[in-house]
């Protein structure tokens, strides 16, 4: 026994050395070579997860505060390693390969950044009043004094475009698209003299039927019910064949995605539904049937989205498609909206509106809308409904302490099931609401409805995946808090040092499985969508505070998961399918914001590449064709399907035309020299405070005043921006971005050149009536020269510039500020490229 105490005395000093493996091949139990990443991580495609941590002394860490205390002190060595050799790259001329990290930290200690250096957006309309989240786009380009600036560029020179040609031949357009699609039918009328008469044909067809299907989207939608009886008469799916059929698919390929049904039970009010429907052919609302049918149309609705989206031939696919489903939308929205329901809530109801919420998520029509502010608003009347019922965290922290009363005569409700059953469907329904609030603040920045959290262990068995991630729920709600409190203020590390405990956390959750599941893919890519946006805050903050070292860490860790994210779309698309064929009509939705964010902060790069002297014209031209690459990918591949990809292809293209510029043009200069000349002729009119252009971009003021320092012959507006606007271009000069060529290449190559590509369609040979009206007589041949030469956008995609982008720029200002501003487009566009704008 003494023996025994003696040994536990001795103190043993334990080394705190780096692991031999990675921590992919610690978990696989292979060899691994040590490299960053490593041979395994590449080969297996896990080189954004191939990482080294520090060995503690406390290798099984418990969920709690110890899990916290755990992690920031791995963190720490992390950070500080990455710290280092994000340092040691900088040095020298150029930068070394570096690995898709996903712990881009900078620094330690407190440093704040502010979110809305330019204030919090709120949009007045007509239609709707809406103050757009952090992390959404018009947040990201209102906070970036770059994309800012091109999109006030953009939208003032696409007026000045369609105000030119309203009124010179009549148009028609489609009464059920919004006002905004009429610029696209004003050049629908003038039509497309450079083309040919084949290709514009075949071009307009493919445009129209698009802008048909997407008319008959909201057209239905906005159907008014008044006999929905009569209006599903034959639109119904036989008894047999929703049992039989439709349900088992739910069941088998989709019920994991929305848990909210007790089966046994939604199959008995479903026989119940059908009883009295195939008597009488009517829906009785006293019996609750009408709650019952809107429960089968989305499970159908949902179910035709599974088969249509999968790419594989099923045998009731032909029965789905011989229903019509589409009035469904809006008899639903008759029995949930415009009925006395939302005065009180029934368990049916509640999953009415989850799978409406579910619905709106993954259907191609218009949706959640463009900054996703639909799903706030249904969100709230969901968790609003959830409070009136009991489903709160107490369902989940202590479910003993419902009772439930349960009325017999109610559709004989306690011979189906028993208060413990209710429970675990309380218990499933709140996993899955809170899944969803946090899933929005993850994917926009918008902050938690649900304000309270607690740290939570699973006991006993997982009732699903999304109650499986409730113990990640106290990790998220510190990461909204720290973002959301003071949004002028966000402590940068700490927000990173949370996200990095979710995204460890969430590793170990989804290692414990077998199967990867859709649900998995989608939390990965939302954290990487969170991660980004807070880069490109984080980056836009260093410009202006003058961090030259941590900027050139954080605009290098930006790229770095820009070109990470746009990989994992291409394999998404390109790539073998890992997941259920059947989930990939909910994954879509996922990519397609993230490939929406890519087409948004490219250009944002683009942009700043003056200032990296280091970067070439090469290096340029491989941006703006990895930024076609992206484009033609996301459009090609959802715009004929989704409407809110193919809304946003125009503005897309337009900048695209921008950037895509030859060697003697500098798109930035061309905006800069427009946007102060717009601001002369505007200033001319009216007050120069009351300016529209100076209340979205004040800096122009300073700019200008600037500008009168310097005699004409001097006039550097590029240089000035540089040294006053954002001084940091004087500390950027011998910096140069690691592109990682390699994981770009699947993006230089045209995948769409032999079949047609609806990115490059649309109005690339523009008319030239435009110039013919408004310009001299030099530029005017210029433009002749151009149309003999039929110059089209595969041309601009070759060395050799097109005809009418290899006349130099002048810099001089004419006398006539419309004109002079008419040639600044001249210079970049052929005209009417602008009408292909929403």
């Given at each position: ?141 209102n906070r970036d004094l770059y994309l800012s600036a091109l999109v006030n560029f953009r939208l003032i020179a696409i007026d000045m475009t369609t105000n030119t040609l309203k009124g010179t031949k009549s148009y028609s357009q489609n ?664």
């Open positions: 026994m003494g023996v025994k105490q003696g040994v536990r005395n001795v103190s043993v000093k334990r080394r705190n050395r780096p692991t031999v493996v990675c921590t992919n091949c610690k978990r696989r139990k292979s060899k691994c070579d040590r490299q960053k990443p490593c041979s395994n991580c590449v080969r297996f495609g896990n080189t954004d997860t191939c990482l080294y941590v520090q060995n503690t002394k406390n290798t099984n860490i418990q969920h709690g505060e110890d899990t916290d205390d755990n992690m920031r002190k791995q963190q720490s060595q992390v950070i500080k390693d990455s710290k280092n050799e994000a340092s040691n790259n900088i040095i020298g001329s150029k930068v070394k390969n570096i690995p898709f990290i996903n712990q881009p930290f900078m620094v330690s200690g407190k440093t704040y950044v502010n979110l809305s250096p330019n204030g919090n957006i709120v949009e007045l309309k007509r239609s709707a009043v809406t103050m757009f989240s952090h992390f959404c786009n018009k947040a990201i380009e009464p059920s698209l919004p006002e905004s699609f009429k610029p696209l039918s004003i050049f629908d009328a003038d039509g497309d003299p450079l083309s040919s008469d084949s290709l514009f044909r075949q071009h307009q067809l493919i445009h129209k039927s698009l802008f048909d299907k997407y008319g008959k989207y909201r057209r239905d939608e906005a159907t008014k019910v008044f006999d929905a009886s009569e209006l599903l008469d034959n639109n119904v799916p036989s008894r047999r064949f929703f049992l039989d059929y439709i349900l088992v698919h739910f069941e088998t390929h989709i019920a994991e995605m929305v848990p909210i049904f007790e089966m046994g039970f939604l199959k008995y009010d479903i026989n119940n539904f059908y009883d009295n429907w195939e008597q009488t052919r009517t829906i009785s609302v006293k019996k609750f049937d009408h709650m019952v049918c809107c429960v089968i149309l989305l499970i159908t609705k949902i179910c035709i989205l599974s088969t249509k989206f999968a790419g594989v031939s099923t045998g009731f696919q032909g029965h789905l498609g011989n229903l019509d489903t589409s009035k469904y939308i809006a008899v639903i929205h008759h029995y949930i909206f415009e009925m006395k329901s939302l005065r009180k809530c029934t368990l049916r109801q509640l999953q009415i509106l989850l799978l409406l919420r579910f619905y709106h998520w993954c259907a191609p029509e218009d949706g959640d809308g463009d900054s996703l502010q639909h799903s706030h608003i249904l969100m709230g009347t969901i968790i609003a409904s959830c409070q009136e019922m009991g489903i709160s965290w107490l369902c989940l922290r202590d479910p003993s302490i419902l009772w439930f009363q349960l009325f017999g005569r109610s559709k004989q409700v306690p011979f189906v099931l028993s208060p413990e059953d209710y429970k675990i469907i309380y218990q499933m329904i709140w996993s899955y609401v809170l899944y969803w609030d946090r899933k929005m603040f993850l994917i926009n920045g918008q902050e938690c409805l649900v304000g309270k959290t607690y740290p939570y262990d699973i006991a006993g068995q997982t009732l699903s995946w999304h109650h499986a991630m409730v113990t990640l729920d106290h990790i998220i709600m510190k990461m909204n808090n720290i973002l959301n409190d003071v949004p002028s203020k966000v402590e940068i590390f700490a927000l990173k040092q949370e996200w990095y405990s979710a995204f460890q956390y969430f590793g170990r959750l989804k290692n414990i499985k077998e199967a990867y599941s859709p649900l998995d893919f989608e939390y990965e890519m939302m954290l990487d969508l969170f991660m980004l946006c807070l880069s490109h805050a984080e980056l836009v903050h260093l410009e202006q505070s003058n961090g030259v070292e941590e900027f050139h860490i954080v605009v290098q860790s930006l790229w770095d998961q820009i070109v990470k994210l746009a990989n994992k779309c291409h394999r998404y698309f390109y790539g073998p399918q890992e997941m259920d064929p059947y989930s990939r009509f909910f994954t879509n939705k996922i990519v397609g914001v993230a490939a929406n964010k890519l087409c948004i902060l490219i250009p944002a790069f683009l942009l700043r590449l003056n200032r990296f002297r280091g970067m070439g014209f090469d290096q340029e031209k491989m941006m703006v064709k990895f930024l076609f690459g992206i484009c033609s990918m996301y459009y090609n591949e959802f715009g004929f399907e989704y409407y809110r990809c193919f809304e946003s292809m125009f503005t897309a293209k337009i900048s695209y035309k921008i950037l895509n510029r030859p060697r003697n043009k500098h798109p930035w200069k061309i905006i800069l020299e427009f946007l102060l000349r717009q601001l002369e002729k505007e200033s001319i009119k009216d007050q120069l405070k009351e300016l529209e252009i100076i209340q979205k971009l004040p800096v122009l003021l300073n700019l200008r005043e600037n500008l009168k320092l310097f005699p004409e012959c001097r006039r550097d507006v590029v240089k000035l921006w540089n040294t006053e606007i954002i001084p940091m271009g004087n500390f950027s000069a011998n910096f140069t971005l690691n592109l990682h060529e390699e994981f770009l290449k699947p993006f230089l190559v045209d995948r769409y050149s032999q079949t047609f590509n609806i990115f490059t369609s649309f109005y690339d040979h523009a008319s030239s009536q435009l110039a013919e009206e408004a310009e001299d007589p030099d530029s005017k041949k210029r433009y002749d020269v151009a149309k003999s030469g039929g110059h089209s956008q595969e041309v601009a995609e070759t060395d050799a510039p097109p005809v009418e982008d290899s006349l130099p720029f002048e810099s001089v200002a004419p006398v006539n500020l419309e004109e002079s501003s008419l040639e600044l487009i001249r210079d970049m566009f052929e005209p009417l490229d602008f009408i292909s704008f929403f």
